[in-house]
């Protein structure tokens, strides 16, 4: 496991990324994203590319070893997120053209189910392992990288929110020391619902 680095994300890793956070929530991004002439891969690759907003492969951290790109996760507080929301606009604007009035629709809805966390955590979004690298530890070491992140920069934890379809995920979490603390149920039947939880260091 010593060849496994985790380091900032380049533009040339996009396609991988956006496969990567597709996985992180399918049923989600594909309510908000699809379209009938495009997918939510589609738009996650495009604005992987882009220089600033929410999926910018310059806000995530990737997990590879020898060259492949085998875990993604982004990291963010409330004031970063407010930030990245006018460039995060203009990459759906830019993709999605007049059908930006249905996405911001469907992205309401979302918006009941995933809400902003406390202002003293960090938040851990976006992670993901590739398929053929589960079993290997790698969601752990990136929990560990946030906490580390967490920890240097003041933050009393970490927070995040697991679909309640993944009860793999929330048991590893538990065990690396988050709760539960509010369960969110989804308004439409496309997309589960979530439980938001959180890491207090102390």
């Known amino acids: 496991m010593e060849d496994i680095k985790i380091e900032g994300a380049a533009r ?5 990324m956006a496969d990567l956070i597709y996985s992180s929530g399918p049923k ?3 309510y908000v994203f699809g379209c009938k002439r495009m997918t939510a891969k589609d738009y996650l690759l495009h604005a992987a590319q882009r220089r600033k907003g929410q999926y910018s492969h310059r806000n995530h951290v ?9 875990g993604s ?5 409330n004031r970063g997120l407010s930030a990245m929301y006018l460039p995060t606009i203009i990459s759906v604007i830019s993709f999605f053209r007049w059908r930006i009035w ?8 979302i918006d009941q189910v995933i809400k902003p966390p406390a202002d003293d955590l960090l938040v851990v979004a976006h992670l993901a392992v590739a398929p053929q690298a589960q079993g290997l530890g790698i969601g752990s070491k990136l929990i560990d990288y946030a906490a580390d992140i967490a920890k240097e920069h003041g933050y009393a934890g970490l927070a995040l929110d697991v679909s309640m379809e993944n009860p793999a995920a929330q048991r ?3 065990r690396l020391g988050f709760e539960v603390c509010a369960e969110r149920l989804s308004p439409i039947d496309e997309v589960p619902g979530h439980r938001y939880m959180e890491w207090r260091f102390t």
């Open 28 to 30: 989600a991004f594909d």
């Open 62 to 70: 990737i997990v590879r070893r020898n060259g492949t790109v085998l």
């Open 172 to 174: 590893l979490y538990e």
């Open 12 to 16: 040339e890793d996009a396609a991988a």
């Open 102 to 109: 249905g996405v911001a629709k469907r992205s309401n809805v």
């Open 73 to 77: 996760m982004f990291n963010y507080d």
